[in-house]
């Protein structure tokens, strides 16, 4: 297994790439969180993370960020992502969820990835 870290270039920076996956990317929804999808050209994936204040003061929408890098560093799948960025925005839910739950919905949301993109491919 290669290194968990979340190097600067695995990480959606500019508001402008984040504006991308919202309008022209795929959602797909859970109750504690959104994930939008969209293929670059990089060869690797990216992720970013975003939460309004209805999650929660600000203590409590840092966590559930944090719970969330820490999810998608260790999730086993992440090297055959390929070149895809992501953006997961956190419902108002996800303030006061339990780690596990968070781990549960963006576990299936990110194993669904790779399925999403075939199906794009084959059409």
Do not use: W
């Not at 600067?8 to 504006?19: K, P, S, T, V, W």
């Not at 990216?46 to 003061?57: D, M, P």
């Not at 108002?92 to 963006?106: I, V």
């Amino acid at each position: 297994m290669g290194s968990e870290r979340l190097l600067r270039r695995d990480r959606l920076r500019e508001r402008r790439d984040y504006l991308r996956c919202y309008r022209n990317g795929r959602r797909s929804t859970r109750p504690l969180l959104m994930l939008y999808s969209l293929p670059n050209d990089l060869g690797h994936p990216r992720l970013g993370i975003t939460a309004s204040r209805k999650v929660g003061c600000a203590v409590a929408r840092n966590l559930a960020k944090r719970r969330v890098r820490d999810i998608y560093r260790r999730f086993p799948g992440r090297s055959s992502l390929g070149g895809v960025d992501l953006v997961v925005h956190l419902q108002p839910a996800a303030g006061s969820a339990a780690f596990r739950d968070l781990q549960a919905q963006l576990g299936e949301l990110l194993a669904g990835l790779p399925r999403m993109a075939r199906a794009e491919g084959a059409s």
